[in-house]
């Protein structure tokens, strides 16, 4: 028959699972997830240098048993056919992961073992839900390492006894440590002197009985305790939340719950209740009364129960109450902790009571979830605390009054899940104290315009300490339109127009006009000088685009922009620049007939050949301001209320310095 074969290697070792054909449905089901080998290291465990076991690591937690004909469920085979180990035992199979194969020397009697692979049988061995192993085969293709671990196994000297090891190393009284190889099943035996008896272990091991297997996967420490000829044991067994002392002193219950007394010794044992608990009574080999003291002859071992109330601690946040059933929890609106005790085993019910303008938020701690009236069940097998909290509702609304349109989110410190996230009217609720901060996001070519109610300003976010019920409103507006006034110069005719459409000036028109664009908008001005036209430049808000023929805008405030157009200069020789300055204390502006100079905005042009152009400087200050005219002028005139002209001819290129004092 032939079966399918999968591999996978693993740090050097190379896993080959056989999986056997699926003989039925039921089969198939008992094989889900299987226990697998993931590694197999070789072990010293006599530290001579020499492998003597194998230690195998599963996947999960195994446990393995003997094959109905005595043999173990592994087989380890070495480099040929004729040469296999004998398994002297294998170790550290119940509920374990590691598997440790103990080897006898081989067949040909060679200590020294050289495993080629390891085969395991399916059947026998299973995790702890009784899923099968399937059968695997380990061929080691790189070689095992050797691993020389070993673990130290260190037992506390008891007092009236022994404590003895096997395999052998531990014998305490005398010898208390020994390190042993890893994996290792070590059995150690408790013995007591004459007289003595045997009472627990303590550390690694547990119980009553006078041996226990310690498995060696880590250091390990074990105590055990014996009684003395002639004493008793007292064993105290608590409930709740208090404590018992003993007189003569030893019981310290709490910690300390076991102590051996003298024969016939009277022990007095005392209750103390903790904060809020109270002491129920005693139990046991005793007929104390239900006193906080109880008087024990040590005539033999004993064992008494002493029982307290477990507390149950409430902690509100916010205005409310807090009330229980059974009674005995009563929280007042004003009071932020509250503690009572309950028998144990008490299913305590407890009910929260919103105080006037507030909410209840919900239980945490040893409850969850937000029902008020009998939201919380709480079983007192421990001391348990709950909190309770109380809130408030914060809503958000958007002002009818704005004009436009936005959201209103939150964040809020402690966090919660549930949070506003508002374009109309919306609540939520807040625990008590919580801070929440409030995001406006104003819609696509909206603005934020600010907040009323429980905030205030213009900022988009704002913070609300959630103390009452409170109400914000944010308000959105669609933001006014931005105007573009556009006019022309120059002694020439052209157009301009604009992307997004609006303005569209003819050759006509000396004034474009104004247009308006909503805020923030790019606007792309184009200018387009007419047949026999030049285009002289940019000025106002597009003096920076020069002689482009296109100025680009965003319309963020009102803009004011001018293009001037000139008739064609001719040829070359026949176009001379006029460049004009200003100077002087004062201030003022220079105009020209033909048009062309606006200085403070263009004191540059360009005229024909031989053009009488009269500039005329008009000062800020028509009372006492003068105007006077630089070299370059045919002729001025005097300043009179701040105004004064200068002659230009333009037969070659002039410079002209206006000077305002």
Same mark, same amino acid.
């Given at each position: 028959m032939l079966r399918k074969i999968t591999t996978v290697c693993l740090s050097g070792v190379l896993l080959l699972g056989l999986l056997p054909p699926a003989a039925s449905a039921a089969r198939a089901r008992r094989d889900t997830k299987p226990p697998k080998i993931m590694k197999a290291e070789m072990l010293d465990r006599n530290g001579n240098g020499l492998a003597d076991a194998v230690r195998l690591t599963y996947n999960e937690k195994i446990k393995h048993r003997l094959d109905t004909d005595g043999r173990y469920p592994f087989k380890v085979k070495g480099p040929s056919k004729a040469t296999s180990y004998r398994i002297k035992k294998v170790n550290g199979a119940r509920r374990s992961k590691r598997l &440790?194969?103990? %080897?006898?020397?081989?067949?040909?009697?060679?200590?020294?073992?050289?495993?080629?692979?390891?085969?395991?049988?399916?059947?026998?061995?299973?995790?702890?839900?009784?899923?099968?192993?399937?059968?695997?085969?380990?061929?080691?293709?790189?070689? %095992?390492?050797?691993?020389t671990d070993t673990f130290m196994l260190t037992v506390t000297p008891p007092e009236n006894g022994t404590i003895t090891s096997s395999p052998s190393g531990i014998n305490c009284g005398s010898d208390c440590s020994q390190a042993y190889p890893a994996e290792d099943q070590i059995t150690l035996t408790a013995t007591p002197d004459e007289g003595a008896e045997w009472t627990e272990w303590g550390g690694a091991c547990s119980g009553a009985a006078t041996t226990c297997v310690v498995t060696m996967d880590s250091d390990k420490t074990v105590s055990g305790s014996f009684l003395g000829a002639g004493e008793r044991l007292l064993t105290v067994e608590k409930t709740g939340a208090g404590k018992v002392t003993s007189d003569p002193s030893g019981i310290d219950c709490g910690s300390t719950c076991t102590k051996a007394f003298t024969q016939d010794q009277d022990v007095t044992l005392t209750a103390t209740p903790d904060l809020n608990s109270e002491f129920l009574g005693w139990a046991g080999a005793t007929d104390c009364a239900e006193t906080t003291t109880c008087t024990v002859t040590m005539d033999e071992s004993k064992t008494i129960q002493a029982e307290f109330t477990w507390v149950l601690t409430v902690i509100k946040t916010g205005p409310g109450s807090v009330s229980s059933?059974? =009674?005995?929890?009563?929280?007042?609106?004003?009071?932020?902790?509250?503690?009572?005790?309950?028998?144990?085993? $008490?299913?305590? +019910?407890? *009910? #929260?009571?919103?105080?006037?303008?507030?909410? !209840?938020?919900?239980?945490?701690?040893?409850?969850?979830?937000?029902?008020?009236?009998?939201? @919380? *069940?709480? /079983?007192?097998?421990?001391?348990?605390?709950?909190?309770?909290?109380?809130?408030?509702?914060? $809503? +958000? /609304?958007?002002?009818? =009054?704005?004009?436009?349109?936005?959201?209103?989110?939150?964040?809020?410190?402690?966090?919660?899940?549930?949070? &506003?996230?508002?374009?109309?009217?919306?609540?939520?609720?807040?625990?008590?104290?919580?801070?929440?901060?409030?995001?406006?996001?104003?819609?696509?070519?909206?603005?934020?315009?600010?907040?009323?109610?429980? @905030?205030?300003?213009?900022?988009?976010? @704002?913070?609300? $300490?959630?103390?009452?019920?409170?109400?914000?409103?944010?308000?959105?507006?669609?933001?006014?339109?931005?105007?573009? #006034?556009?006019?022309?110069?120059?002694?020439? +005719?052209? /157009?301009?127009?604009?992307?997004?459409?609006?303005?569209d000036c003819t050759d006509l028109l000396v004034s474009c006009g104004t247009v308006a664009f909503a805020q923030n908008t790019p606007v792309t %001005?184009?200018?387009?000088?007419?047949?026999?036209?030049? !285009?002289?430049?940019?000025?106002?808000? @597009?003096?920076?685009?020069?002689?482009?023929?296109?100025?680009?805008?965003?319309?963020?405030?009102?803009?004011?922009?001018?293009?001037?157009?000139?008739?064609?200069?001719?040829?070359?020789?026949?176009?001379?620049?006029?460049?004009?300055?200003?100077?002087?204390?004062? *201030?003022? /502006?220079?105009?020209?007939?033909?048009?062309?100079?606006?200085?403070?905005?263009?004191?540059?042009?360009?005229?024909?050949a031989d053009t009488i152009v009269v500039l005329t400087a008009t000062h800020s200050n028509p009372v006492t301001g003068v105007v006077t005219w630089g070299d370059g002028c045919t002729s001025t005139t005097p300043s009179v209320g701040g105004v004064s002209t200068c002659t230009v001819t333009m037969d070659a290129a002039k410079s002209i310095t206006a000077t305002f004092s």
């Open positions: &440790l194969i103990i %080897l006898k020397e081989k067949q040909n009697g060679d200590p020294t073992p050289d495993v080629k692979y390891i085969r395991t049988r399916k059947k026998p061995v299973k995790d702890l839900a009784k899923n099968q192993a399937k059968r695997q085969i380990f061929i080691r293709t790189l070689g %095992l390492p050797v691993s059933l059974p =009674a005995g929890m009563s929280c007042a609106a004003d009071i932020t902790t509250c503690a009572a005790g309950f028998e144990p085993g $008490t299913n305590v +019910v407890l *009910s #929260a009571s919103p105080s006037s303008g507030s909410k !209840f938020v919900g239980w945490t701690e040893a409850c969850t979830g937000t029902t008020a009236v009998a939201g @919380c *069940s709480v /079983t007192m097998d421990a001391n348990k605390t709950v909190k309770a909290g109380f809130g408030y509702d914060l $809503t +958000v /609304t958007k002002d009818a =009054a704005g004009t436009g349109d936005g959201t209103v989110t939150s964040s809020s410190n402690p966090a919660q899940a549930e949070q &506003l996230n508002c374009g109309g009217t919306c609540t939520v609720t807040f625990p008590s104290g919580t801070i929440v901060t409030l995001t406006a996001a104003a819609a696509t070519d909206n603005v934020f315009a600010g907040w009323s109610g429980a @905030c205030s300003g213009t900022s988009t976010t @704002c913070q609300v $300490t959630v103390d009452a019920a409170k109400s914000v409103v944010g308000k959105f507006d669609i933001p006014a339109p931005k105007n573009l #006034a556009v006019t022309k110069n120059g002694n020439g +005719v052209g /157009t301009v127009t604009s992307d997004p459409p609006g303005l %001005l184009t200018a387009t000088p007419g047949p026999g036209m030049d !285009f002289g430049g940019w000025g106002g808000d @597009c003096l920076s685009a020069g002689t482009n023929v296109t100025c680009e805008l965003v319309m963020n405030e009102d803009k004011e922009v001018s293009a001037t157009f000139n008739l064609d200069a001719g040829p070359p020789g026949d176009l001379h620049v006029l460049e004009v300055t200003r100077e002087g204390a004062g *201030s003022g /502006t220079v105009t020209s007939v033909p048009a062309g100079i606006s200085c403070g905005v263009d004191c540059s042009e360009s005229y024909d």
